[in-house]
């Protein structure tokens, strides 16, 4: 079992940073992949940004070049961040952390809503 908990939301205006966090406890050591999630209000959940081994990472076209996601362990990935630069409205969502042992085992995080607006 892995638990995972997420911080670091906030209201920002238009334009700013945000930096989450999300910290896995228990067996993290299976996990062969991290990922942040976020999912608006009337929307379905949509992938962000993901790591593989935290090191393959891969970003979804709305965030490219404003996200960085990034394993907070050089040695063993069961930490990871998200570095949100010139937020947008289309922006705020609440953002899940998930972590993935293979393909069939799969953990989520409560959450942590970001708002973005003036």
């Known amino acids: 079992q892995v638990t995972l908990v997420e911080s670091g939301g906030d209201l920002v205006q238009p334009g700013g940073s945000l930096r989450l966090s999300c910290v896995g406890s228990?067996?993290?050591?299976?996990?062969?992949?991290m990922a942040w999630y976020r999912q608006a209000p009337g929307k379905r959940r949509e992938l962000v940004a993901e790591t593989v081994g935290g090191r393959r990472n891969t970003y979804a076209d709305a965030v490219k070049g404003r996200f960085t996601i990034s394993s907070d362990d050089a040695k063993r990935l069961h930490a990871i961040s998200l570095q949100m630069n010139s937020l947008a409205p289309e922006d705020t969502a609440v953002y899940y952390c998930?972590?993935?042992?293979?393909?069939?085992?799969?953990?989520w995080g409560q959450g942590t809503q970001v708002t973005v607006s003036a």
């Open positions: 228990g067996r993290t050591d299976r996990l062969t992949s």
């Open positions: 998930n972590a993935k042992i293979g393909r069939a085992v799969e953990y």
